[in-house]
Each structure stands twice: as C-alpha cells, then as structure tokens.
C-alpha cells in the first residue's frame, strides 16, 4: 500500500478560489517525493490537507494507512511534519525540545534520551544541544526542526520548503541529513520545494517527482 494516496484531492475557498483542484498521488513507502511548484500554486495547502491541518473539500488522502478525514488522529500520530516556519520555543534548549516532542508522543521514558541524542548527532547539533534555541542560526533551528519531526520515528515525514532562505551551505547541510535519515530510517519523505535542483538531488529522478501548476 502506498505511504501516501490522494485520488482527487481538492480544496476550495470562498469567493471561488481553487487553491487544490483535483490531485492524484501514490507515493511508495521509502521514496523522497519532490513536490514541485511555484509560489502560490497550492503546495502547502496540499500538505496541510495531507497532515489533517486543513479538511478537503472533495476527494481522499490516506497517509500512513489512516484516512486523514476518518483518522486524523491517528495520521497524526504516524507522520512528522516541519512546515516553512519553524514552530520552535525560543527559550527552551535544543535538547528540551526534543525531551518534550518524545514525550508528548509517548516515547517510552527509557528510550527518549538515547532518541534525542542519535538525532542530535544526525543533524549536527550535539556540540549546540544545550543552548537556547534563540542563539540558533536560521540553518540550526531548521535543523533542530527536522529532528523534532522525527523523535517519535514516524514513518512519513512532510517538509514544506524545508531550505527557503537558507544559506547554500545550510542547503546543503539539510538536503544531507534528509538523504541520510531516509536511507538509515527508511522514511518516506514529502518535500515541496520551488527548486528544480533540490527535487533533483533529493527525489532523484522524473518518477519520484511531482509538479502544480
């Protein structure tokens, strides 16, 4: 079964606005999936319809197994999810941060600090772990978000735009880890992006790539 199916997904808003209009998708589990497309074209509200932030107004999602109308709990549960601002708590340390997200997500008390740890490692933050998230650059607290998406081992993760505005190294940093995790986790990863270049070094080829136009 796919990792993520959408058969007609569509979202309108008042006074005729068609922001999604009709999506089919089926992502394989394991796959980095590109989502390509300009500004305003629809990306986002195609990611919060797919992680229960937005409901459709035609047509199915189910992600992770879960309808995401019927079990939007339980899709929640399964997916993590890193949107274009980074919803971080600017007093709290890198590692509270992730302390709290594995426990708000039931992480057994036992493997919580190891968890934290790996990912603080993974993305390259182990030497930073017990500063203030305010004393982050923009590349660290995108990095510090990643691993938030992914302390409760979810199988899918979604990352809208995950590199806007960084740096080209910071780029660089972020398209690593992801190609890591997916590799070493087996996570299945949605990606928007307005970027040709990052779709074609993460996703990896014209099959594992999509486009709104």
């Known amino acids: 079964m796919p990792a993520i199916l959408a058969e007609g997904l569509t979202k309108h808003f008042s006074g005729g606005i068609r922001a999604v209009d009709g999506i089919d998708l089926a992502i394989e589990p394991g796959m980095i999936f590109g989502f390509l497309g300009a500004n305003g074209s629809g990306k986002t509200t195609t990611v919060r319809m797919l992680t229960t932030l937005l409901r459709p107004t035609a047509g199915r999602a189910v992600v992770a197994g879960f309808d995401v109308v ?4 339980a899709v929640r549960r399964s997916i993590g999810v890193a949107l274009q601002e980074a919803g971080l708590d600017d007093l709290a340390t890198g590692r509270e941060l992730l302390m709290l997200q594995a426990q ?5 008390a036992r493997e919580r600090h190891p968890r934290v740890d790996h990912l603080l490692q993974v993305v390259d933050l182990a030497d930073a772990a017990d500063r203030r998230v305010k004393t982050y650059s923009g590349g660290m607290q995108r990095r510090l978000d990643l691993a938030a998406a992914l302390v409760h081992r979810p199988s899918v993760v979604f990352l809208d735009e995950p590199t806007t505005g960084l740096d080209p190294i910071s780029r660089e940093a972020i398209w690593r880890y992801v190609t890591e995790l997916n590799k070493s986790e087996g ?3 949605f990606l928007t992006t307005q970027y040709l270049e990052e779709a074609d070094r993460l996703a990896g080829g014209s099959e594992a790539r999509g486009a709104l136009r």
Do not use: E, I, K, S
Not at 104 to 108: S, T
């Open 70 to 73: 019927r079990h939007p709990g």
């Open 104 to 108: 708000l997500y039931h992480v057994p």
């Open 187 to 189: 996570v299945t990863f």
